[in-house]
């Protein structure tokens, strides 16, 4: 009897729609060896699925890939799945699988400063007082638009790149991060006077999701089929758990000692699933 694996019935139905048909080789932006979570998602959906891999086109860049260039080769088929935070605009354009990667943390916004700056906060209230900084983000970043939308100054670098060195100059005061973010980012960027501050949190509800090209179905199909089985038998929860950068976050992050503001996000599409209550963390709740 010939086996017929989930992938080929997925390819086949999508051959018979008319539908583009995804190749047994998914290409993801990021290192082969890194340990961000998004990668990690991933490698668990091809070791449940032998007949999938993962290829990294930009594994060994020099520099980090602007996002319109992920953007732009998503559209031209040159990859196949990135990811973002979602806002009506992203979801118009792209299929997002409706999972928020990193639960709901990403908007859980702490911020890195120039040291020189540490208690650039500590007089801080309310929003109005935070209104008085500017703060720095990506050009193509749903962040930015929700930053803006709540009176927030935003200066903003098409290559994110560009961030550290124009914090340290002195270009914007401050440079909010999900709560995974900075420890990491100020490692690799060692070059400039750069810490996190200790004061404030900035919070809206704003998923991560994996994108994929608006008419690549089947991929699309698999890999919210997958994250869905990864909740169920609990796979999901644990890689979250055990990433060391989430425990790093929750531990150093110190919550619960920080003024927390709430913003809104105006970008937020209709269909985002709160109403899902295992796809978010709850620091009142979840423990590491």
């Known amino acids: 009897m010939i086996k017929i694996s989930k992938v080929m019935i997925l390819a086949l139905s999508c051959l018979l729609s008319a539908a583009p048909v995804f190749s047994d080789m998914i290409r993801v932006p990021g290192d082969a060896n890194a340990d961000e979570l998004p990668v990690q998602l991933l490698k668990e959906v091809v070791r449940r699925e032998p007949s999938l891999s993962l290829a990294f086109p930009y594994d060994g860049a020099k520099e980090r890939v602007a996002k319109s260039r992920l953007m732009a080769d998503i559209e031209n088929n040159q990859l196949d799945v990135f990811w973002s935070s979602t806002n009506i605009e992203f979801e118009d354009k792209y299929l997002p699988v409706r999972i928020p990667i990193y639960r709901g943390l990403l908007g859980y916004r702490i911020a890195i400063v120039s040291a020189q700056n540490e208690n650039i906060f500590a007089g801080v209230k309310s929003l109005s007082d935070l209104k008085k900084f500017k703060a720095g983000q990506g050009l193509h970043w749903a962040d ?11 200066v903003a670098s098409n290559k994110s790149v560009n961030l550290f060195a124009m914090l340290d100059g002195g270009r ?7 709560i ?10 060692s070059q400039y006077d750069l810490i996190v501050e200790p004061h404030v949190l900035i919070r809206y509800p704003v998923p991560n999701y994996l994108f994929v090209n608006k008419n690549n179905k089947a991929l699309w199909q698999l890999l919210t089929d997958e994250l ?4 169920e038998d609990g796979t999901y929860v644990a890689l979250f758990k055990n990433n060391q950068a989430m425990k790093d976050a ?16 105006p970008t937020l599409p209709p269909n985002t699933p709160l109403h899902v209550k295992h ?4 620091p009142l709740v979840d423990t590491f």
């Not at 930015?144 to 935003?154: A, E, Q, S, W, Y």
């Not at 796809?279 to 709850?282: K, R, T």
Request: glycine letters at 6%; hydrophobic letters at 40%; aromatic letters at 16%.
């Open 144 to 154: 930015t638009k929700i930053l803006r939308h709540n009176g927030i100054d935003v």
């Open 172 to 178: 914007f005061d401050y440079f909010p991060r999900g």
């Open 180 to 189: 995974h973010q900075p420890w990491r980012e100020i490692r690799a960027n």
């Open 228 to 231: 869905n089985k990864m909740y």
């Open 250 to 265: 929750v531990a150093k992050a110190n919550i619960g000692r920080r003024l927390v503001l709430e913003i809104d996000n």
């Open 279 to 282: 796809y978010w963390f709850d």
